[in-house]
């Protein structure tokens, strides 16, 4: 990749549309995820997300909610096909933190698909109990990390 990955923080509805259009192309179409299962009510108002722009194109994406007064949901960590591999999951999961961590929170919450623990543990998440919740079509763990 020769050209500067861009971190857009993405609250308004224009910027959002390119956290939808990764999801839509890495899960809805990779996956056969129906979008009534891949939009929930946490899309939308209040939910922030970073989205990675190559030359303005999103590759990238995730989201994260409140869950309390200093906890948030992270989830919906995509990033496109053709753009696996190069380090944009941790950039994008690295950037949510530091914007968590600006406003305030201290424990990040995500239900993590089963393939993907190791990853997150890199990162520093642990698993919170260790079982297994199923999220649409995949099983996941819930972890946790302290900010």
């Known amino acids: 990749m020769n050209r500067e990955i861009e971190v857009l923080r993405a609250e308004e509805e224009w910027q959002r549309a390119g956290a939808y259009s990764v999801r839509i192309e890495g899960m809805n179409r990779q ?7 891949e939009f929930d009510a946490h899309d ?5 997300y970073i989205v990675l722009l190559d030359d303005g194109y999103p590759v990238a994406t995730c989201r994260f909610y409140a869950l309390g007064e200093d906890t948030v949901m992270l989830g919906r960590v995509v990033v496109l ?7 944009l ?3 994008t999961v690295t950037e949510a933190e530091t ?13 993590a698909r089963t393939e ?9 998440y642990r698993t919170a109990d260790g079982s297994i919740i ?6 996941c763990v819930r972890m946790e990390k302290e900010l």
């Open 31 to 37: 996956h056969h995820i129906p979008l009534r299962e």
């Open 44 to 48: 939308g108002d209040g939910t922030r």
């Open 81 to 87: 096909p053709e753009y696996r591999g190069q380090g």
């Open 89 to 91: 999951g941790l950039r």
């Open 99 to 111: 914007w968590m961590q600006e406003l305030g929170y201290r424990t990040v919450v995500i239900e």
């Open 116 to 124: 993907a623990v190791g990853f997150y543990q890199k990162l520093g």
């Open 134 to 139: 199923k999220s649409g079509q995949f099983a």
